[in-house]
């Protein structure tokens, strides 16, 4: 069912208030309705896209350049799932041990506690698990797909079924705008609504799913507001380790024709790609994170112009190149990739000195790819032009930032909208914000859900490992109760 704020107040024996309507909250309301608890949905925007709202999520950035943090994310019901683009894939497993002798990006799960929920997850996201990957011969590549979502819109799709429910409470235009603790609990959440009005909601647990930049700002806020005493210790941990997907052009290939084997059931956008990506092996023998390339292809004029700058460095084989270009046999490919990112303690969302509307401080993203970033893409990079020079079926050439050669480009974002860590996910709490089941450290009843507890990203994207943690975290408190 639906109500309108001013019922709020007289709301009693909510079991779980969950605080946002995109993937990670829908999933979470309907997964806890469906095992008979009482759920509370409280939306900050409305049910379409509304200035009021999408202004609540202004904010200034500094570091490398990024997106306007107001048009990287959208504030209505089923939020950013409003314009996501439906590419997923979840995350390989070697991906949640973490990298290096650090063990960068290290989760307290394993894929296998996660795989369980792929196929309530598919369902929701109209997906099926994607292609095996095949490892290319030499054993270094493997060639790799996605699933594509048609994309599922979470506030269509499960508008009627949210309304219908009597289990769940929906509340449109109610803005979370402060948690209120005692002790380890949070006793109750100050909800506003764009007409001045206040209220306090009561619920006995409460699932922060405001995405991945907001539970970051408004755990601070709330802490701030509490003069500390909501987070303690924990304070010092939220905002941190924030982290994107490193996702740039980095170079051209050209290639023998046969060598391009898009995936057979290419999604939108994503049409005549080829995607590859290093095998674990070789991703840890060379000391990165994980990447993935995609080969795009160019317009066929492309493929002379290349082999004209590879002539400088390969003659022979640039005039072999030539003969086969003439007859078709080799085609050009613009060189993309998309890379886990290094999270670092310095990258973060903190509070910024203007404030919005409600009087809670703006976000200030502080974000700047690492060493380590620039060599992961480097080193896939340089695997890719091994393999096709081994196989003498191509040649790879580099953009000259990533050989040193120019500065790191800063014209336009070098990112992917997917906004992960902040609040991440540890086995104690000198080393995170939640534990293994998304309870903040030292709370009793606060959960958070979403990309903000990713501890690393992997190169895949985020929403379906986020559903199906969203699942995971369902399944937990339903047992918990
Ligand atoms: C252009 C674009 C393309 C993308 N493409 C892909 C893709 O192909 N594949 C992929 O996996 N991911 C993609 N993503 C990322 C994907 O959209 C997110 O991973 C996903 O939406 C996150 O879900 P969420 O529920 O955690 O957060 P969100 O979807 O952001 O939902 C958060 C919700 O919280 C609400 N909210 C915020 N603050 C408050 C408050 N104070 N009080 C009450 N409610 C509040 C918001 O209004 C919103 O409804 C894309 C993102 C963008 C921007």
């Not at 509304?50 to 904010?59: A, C, P, V």
């Not at 890379?339 to 509070?351: C, D, S, T």
């Not at 009793?444 to 929403?463: K, Q, R, Y």
Request: a negative charge; proline letters at 5%; one cysteine or more.
């Amino acid at each position: 069912m639906e109500i309108p704020f001013s019922e709020l107040a007289s709301l009693e024996g909510v079991d779980y208030c969950i605080i946002g309507s995109g993937p990670a909250g829908i999933t979470c309301a309907r997964e806890l309705a469906a095992k008979n608890r009482k759920v509370l949905l409280l939306e900050g925007g409305g049910r379409e896209w509304s200035e009021e709202s999408q202004s609540l999520y202004e904010g200034e950035t500094l570091g490398d350049t990024y997106y306007d943090l107001q048009d990287a994310r959208l504030r209505y019901f089923g939020g950013t799932s409003n314009h996501w683009a439906g590419w997923c894939r979840p995350l390989d497993a070697h991906e949640f041990e973490g990298k290096g002798p650090t063990a960068i990006g290290r989760w307290p799960i394993r894929r296998k506690d996660l795989d369980e929920y792929f196929p309530r997850a598919g369902e929701i996201l109209e997906i099926e698990l994607p292609e095996p990957d095949t490892v290319l011969p030499g054993g270094m590549l493997r060639r790799i797909s996605y699933s594509f979502s048609p994309p599922a819109r979470f506030g269509e799709k499960y508008q009627s079924e949210i309304i219908a429910s009597d289990r769940i409470i929906l509340a449109l235009n109610c803005n979370l705008t402060r948690m209120n603790a005692a002790g380890s609990a949070i006793l109750s959440i100050t909800v506003q609504d764009y007409g001045g009005g206040s209220v306090e909601v009561k619920a006995r647990d409460f699932i922060l799913a405001c995405g991945g930049i907001e539970n970051s700002r408004l755990l601070l806020w709330s802490n701030l507001a509490s003069g500390g005493v909501l987070l303690k210790e924990q304070a010092k941990l939220v905002g941190r380790y924030w982290f994107e997907h490193h996702h740039a052009e980095i170079g051209d290939a050209i290639v023998e024709t046969g060598f391009i084997q898009p995936p057979d059931n290419p999604g939108p956008g994503a049409k005549g790609i080829m995607l590859l990506s290093l095998t674990p092996k070789m991703v840890a023998e060379k000391g990165i994170l994980s990447c993935s390339l995609r080969l795009n292809p160019s317009p066929r004029s492309g493929v002379k112009a290349l082999i004209e700058d590879i002539a400088c460095v390969a003659p022979t084989w640039a005039s072999w190149a030539d003969g086969e270009a003439e007859k078709g046999q080799l085609c050009a490919h613009r060189l993309k990739a998309t890379a886990e990112q290094e999270p670092r303690f310095e990258n973060r969302v903190e509070l910024g000195d203007a404030t919005d509307r409600f009087g809670i401080p703006k976000v200030r993203l502080h974000w700047r790819h690492s060493e380590l970033d620039l060599r992961t893409f480097r080193e896939s990079a340089k695997a890719l032009g091994v393999y096709l020079a081994v196989e003498d079926i191509g040649r790879v050439r580099l953009l000259p930032w990533l050989v040193g050669e120019a500065e790191y480009p800063q014209e336009k974002p070098h990112a992917a909208y997917h906004h992960m860590g902040g609040t991440r996910m540890a086995d104690d709490a000198g080393s995170g914000v939640v534990d293994r089941n998304c309870l903040v450290f030292g709370l009793s009843n606060l959960h958070v859900i979403g990309s903000s507890v990713f501890p690393g990203g992997g190169h895949s994207t985020p929403t379906v490992t986020i559903v199906q943690l969203a699942l995971r975290l369902s399944d937990h408190l339903a047992a918990r109760s």
